[in-house]
């Protein structure tokens, strides 16, 4: 026997897998948001209860599908795509935390700079503060696959370190486990 | 005198929650914090955060506009 075939040998036997160890840890209680509208007046509820949920310990995903992947755009960011219709839902639609829209009273714009003026007097945090603060918590946010490729959005489009995008399955799993599964 | 004290004054919901959350993981369990805040809601919400959370509200009070709350971390 050769040294490199004790060498070789030695490697297999620290490759083996260990042999399973009993979790002690307490599993996290788990919540699961769907993000599915980029109106303000719900990506608002969506951060305070995310970073609530984070706040109790809980281990809080937000699922962002539809038009709640707005919230997840980097501001005035150019759709990558190249179909006119999607570079058309891009241009008018430019997303980020900056750029949401009240669902009523928005009139033009003006309404949810009111709104954030209003919550900037009385000291609510903002969408893009709670998005921070949600992040820094640990809050996993998961972009949807499909709503991507429908839209013509890369993960360029998209704020940094987000996790990988899924789907449906992936939610669906987790809402099956989760005690509080909602869709804003 | 508690070992920690957080100022939430003038924060709105959800704050003063995710306030007093950051601060109880940075002590010791039996250690205390205090957590003042001024949203009414905190009224309701830090109570059932703090029984929620199994630690135990050992005293509350208010001056003022400022509501005070000290909780022992479980």
Redesign the interface.
Known sequence: MTIQDLADAADVVVEAPAPEMEDTTPQKEKMVLIAASGDLDKAWPVLILATTGAAYGMEVTVFFTFWGLSILKKPDVKISADDWRQKLLGMFNPGSTENLKLSKLNFGGFGAKFMKDLADEKHVASVQELLELAIGMGVKLWPCQMTMDLMGMSKEDMIDDLPEPVGAGSAISLMKEASISLFI | MADKTVDAR??????P??K???AMNEVSTGQTVELIATDRGSLSDIPA?AK??GHSLKEQFETGDEFHYVLEKA
């Open positions: 003038n924060l709105q919901c959800p704050m929650v995710l007093i959350a950051q955060w929620d959370m």
